[in-house]
Antibody, heavy 122, light 108 residues
């Protein structure tokens, strides 16, 4: 059974750096073909893909956020981390990690964590 | 980036109704289109991938169609557990992977 769970602070101040951790089970990022993405959703708004990391340490970032994001993995701990610098109130959102499939049929987010609400406020 | 536009943004329906949601992409994406269901306070879950393939465990009353720029999600005989928000997502090989703004299905 595939599970993912996000952890990190619920509240950060403007200009601070957010660090989130995704702890997963049921699959390993040490296995060829596995991938994990980060996706966020501001309250009442649409989903926004942020970043992806692959088993071979290939990384992709959302172009408008690329300068602020860093994604990394610790395969031994089954964890994926997301760092976002210079946090702003507009970054207030629920942040999700999701296992990502990539087949000839495209990229799909087939298992999601429960999400973590991060509020940016002084 | 590829922009995804859903319509309507919300709709009211009754149990047993047939519901149709549309999604339009700004570029030709062939059948690189997924649909997700999100219930309040929960994470999204994958319903349909590659425009028309049902994800394992998803009831057959859900179906998807379309290619190119125009796509449709149909829910046949709406059930009480189907009241939720639905998102489309373009799934081409090139990031960023973008979502529609969502369609909220409410009880009439």
């Amino acid at each position: 059974q595939v599970t993912l769970k996000e952890s990190g602070p619920a509240l950060v101040k403007p200009t601070q750096t957010l660090t989130l951790t995704c702890t997963h089970s049921g699959f390993s990022l040490g296995t060829s073909g596995t991938r994990v993405s980060w996706i966020r959703q501001p309250p009442g708004k649409a989903l926004e893909w942020l970043a992806r990391i692959d088993w071979d340490d290939t990384k992709f970032y959302s172009p408008p956020l690329r300068a602020r994001l860093t994604v990394s993995k610790d395969t031994s701990k089954n964890q994926v981390a997301l760092l976002m610098t210079d946090m702003d109130p507009l970054d207030t959102a629920t942040y999700y990690c999701a296992r990502t499939r990539y087949f000839s049929s495209g990229v799909q987010f087939d298992s999601w964590g429960q999400g973590i609400l991060v509020t940016v406020s002084s | 980036d590829i922009q995804m536009t859903q319509s309507p943004s919300s709709l009211s329906a009754s149990v047993g109704d047939r519901v149709t949601i549309t999604c339009r992409s700004s570029h030709n994406i062939n059948t690189y289109l997924n649909w997700y269901q999100q219930k309040p306070g929960k994470a999204p879950s994958l319903l349909i991938y590659a425009a028309s393939s049902l994800q394992s465990g998803v009831p057959s009353r859900f179906s998807g169609s379309g290619s190119g720029t125009d796509f449709t999600l149909i829910i046949n005989s709406l059930q009480p557990e189907d009241f939720a928000t639905y998102f489309c997502q373009q799934s081409s090989s090139v990031p960023p992977w973008t979502f529609g703004q969502g369609t909220r299905v409410e009880m009439k």
